[in-house]
């Protein structure tokens, strides 16, 4: 098995990296993919609570970097879904514990037994967000409805361009996807946020996934339930159609369906008609 390695970023904090790293790592989990979500957001570790595993982290990623417990010591199964894991970060203040070479250590360990490996990254473009970066063969670039958000995704655009291993090997690029978080139409409407299409002039990117702004997300997280769990809900609708969007994206060209009605069908379940003809009207 070698896996193909997603990173969850986006330059600006509080846009929704964990609960997308949750929702879309669960969402894969369910497809029948061996998913591990990985935190790199370190000293802060949010996403074992988001994931509802906090009480059973024994071991996290620097045990495994170092040595002193083993990838298997380390790793939390999903008692929902059951070929979803987690590995927790380090809760150690020193953010210059991450090494490149401790990453390296892990990441192939990890590639090794997975599917796809999930790495949420820490708010910045700091060290922290960089070592998320490293390995990254697909980047999902998270991003509000508002302006500073939508510049903090440029930016770390540029950085994934710069500093992957893909881009220092001289590989193909790491492919990035673009998922609006926090979107309402409503407020699109009456221009208090910025719309689908002007997101998407600013940053050129593939449009992979709408999650509406909706008080189930926190719901979700509070009750350690990955929001793509709860298929009644709209974000976990949304969330599932992002990902077989995904799957449907990077299937290789051969076993690819003709088009996507799947994907389309789900996103205007999400966003609405309106929207949709809009967008189709100015594509
Ligand atoms: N679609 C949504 N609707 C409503 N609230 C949301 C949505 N997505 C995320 N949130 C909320 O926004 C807050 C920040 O989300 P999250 O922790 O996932 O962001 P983050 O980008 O990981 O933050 P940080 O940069 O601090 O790591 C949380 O309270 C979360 O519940
Ligand atoms: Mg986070």
Known sequence: MSATVITVTSGKGGVGKT??????????????HRVCVVDFDMGLRNL????????RVVYDFLHVADGTAS????????KRVPNLFLLATSQTADKDALTPAGIDHVMNLLRAEFDYILCDSPAGIEHGAM???QHADHALVICNPE????????????????RSRRAQAGLAPVREHLVVTRFSEDRARRGEMLSLAEIQDILAMPLLGVIPDSPQVLRASNAGRPASLDAASAPGRAYRAAC??????????????????????????????????????TA
């Open 48 to 55: 074992d609570l988001v994931m509802g595993v906090e009480k």
């Open 131 to 133: 070592m998320a970066l």
């Open 244 to 281: 077989a969007r995904f799957l449907q994206d990077t299937r290789p060209v051969a076993a690819r369906a003709p088009q996507a009605p799947g994907f389309l069908a789900a996103l205007a379940e999400t966003a609405q008609r309106g929207l949709l003809r809009r967008l189709f009207r």
């Open 147 to 162: 302006v500073t958000s939508v510049r903090d995704a440029d930016r770390i655009m540029g950085y994934i361009a710069a």
């Open 19 to 32: 609960t997308t790293t949750a929702a879309f790592g669960a969402a894969l989990a369910l497809a029948g």
């Open 71 to 78: 990838l298997g010591q380390a790793l939390v199964r999903d």
